[in-house]
């Protein structure tokens, strides 16, 4: 079975760039290339919430992620959430089927963007007729100071990374 790591990561730096690169750092993956995907959740996928990357292989190399993020110019504050949810799957255990990942982000509060992220997730869970069970939820704020940028993301890493050539 494949790992989805759910992980986390906040900075702040002179330009919007840099505040993001370092925001990827502090997550543990400033080092791959990122491929965006929507949002959904393979069958034979375990997700962990990590905070914070392993090693995933060399540096370059490609990782498939779903990313909540945001960027503000300071003075401000941003947010960014990650809600995820799976379903049972054909063994019958919970968390073991298909799932979702939705995200959001802004300049707001923290609990606003929560509020919002599991409100898409919910939506999303509509749309499907699959047992979804527990939600989870990984929220992530930054502040900038005047002459800063602040960036937060939460990212969904599919798997180990990939060559990209």
Known sequence: MSTIRVVWGSATAPTEMASYDAAL???????YNLVAVSSVIPAVADVEAVGTA?????????LTVVEGRATTAGPGSVSAALAWSQSTG???????????????AGETDPDDVE??????????????????GETNVAVENSRAEPGEYATALVLAVY?????IV
């Open 159 to 163: 798997g180990d990374s990939d060559p």
């Open 115 to 132: 509020r919002r992220v599991r409100e898409g997730l919910a939506a999303g869970q509509d749309l499907r007729e699959w047992p979804f």
């Open 54 to 62: 392993p090693d995933l292989g060399p540096a370059g190399q490609r």
């Open 90 to 104: 054909d063994d019958g255990d919970p968390g073991s089927g298909p799932g979702l990942f939705y995200e959001a």
């Open 25 to 31: 750092a502090d997550a543990g993956v400033e080092n």
